[in-house]
Nanobody, 120 residues
């Protein structure tokens, strides 16, 4: 079992920055990929970014490319999402997820979510 706990959400003005974190515990060595998703009000959950723990690769949704950066701290077992130049459209609940499948993304585990609000 893998447990994910997010933190770091909050309220920020447009153009500002925020970093959200997701601590991984339990069977963390079974995780191959960490992902970030978000759900805006009245919209479905969408992919934001992913980080491959074995090769350090990262993938981003087009809407956040160049503004968001995903990273991993191997000592703290924590994945971060650094969000810069935020705009009101980035307002959402942000979720981290873990994939234990080495061949494809399979999001078996989810965190509880953390609210990010960007004011105009």
């Amino acid at each position: 079992q893998v447990k994910l706990v997010e933190s770091g959400g909050g309220v920020v003005q447009a153009g500002g920055s925020l970093r959200v974190s997701c601590e991984v515990s339990g069977r963390s060595l079974s995780v191959f990929t960490m992902g970030w998703f978000r759900r805006a009000p009245a919209k479905p959950r969408t992919f934001v970014a992913a980080f491959g723990l074995r090769d350090g690769s990262s993938v981003y949704a087009e809407s956040v490319k160049g503004r968001f950066t995903v990273s991993w701290d191997n000592v703290k077992n924590t994945v971060y999402l650094q969000m810069n130049n935020l705009n009101p459209e980035d307002t959402a609940v942000y979720y981290c997820a873990a994939s234990t499948n080495p061949e494809r993304w399979q999001w078996d585990y989810w965190g509880q979510g953390t609210q990010v609000t960007v004011s105009s």
